[in-house]
């Protein structure tokens, strides 16, 4: 069984930073196509934020470049993601996402992440 486990979130005021965290187990850390980030606002699908394949290529939703940043930490088995400049519109349950080597994927529980203005 998979676990993600994310940490991190909670209420900032806009222009804050924040930054959320993902471990999961030494296996699926290791051996996975992409690692990733995504938000579910009210009312809304849910969208991907950032995502950082296995071979460390990055992307961003548009509306997060500039002001976010993906990264891992291979010896913590630990995804990050660091939001700097938060607007209210980042409002929003954050969702960590693995891809493993055979297209399954794998969620968290989501961290509520919440900007007021």
């Known amino acids: 069984q998979v676990q993600l486990v994310e940490s991190g979130g909670g209420l900032v005021q806009a222009g804050g930073s924040l930054t959320l965290s993902c471990a999961t187990s030494t296996t699926i850390f290791r051996f996975n196509r992409a690692m990733g980030w995504y938000r579910q606002a009210p009312g809304k699908q849910r969208e991907l934020v950032a995502k950082?394949?296995?071979?460390?290529?990055?992307n961003y939703a548009d509306s997060v470049k500039g002001r976010f940043t993906i990264s891992r930490d291979n010896a913590k088995n630990t995804v990050y993601l660091q939001m700097n400049a938060l607007k209210p519109e980042d409002t929003a349950v954050y969702y960590c996402?693995?891809?493993?080597?055979?297209?399954?994927?794998?969620w968290g529980q989501g961290t509520q992440v919440s900007v007021s203005s």
């Open positions: 950082i394949t296995s071979g460390d290529s990055t």
């Open positions: 996402n693995i891809i493993d080597l055979l297209y399954r994927e794998y």
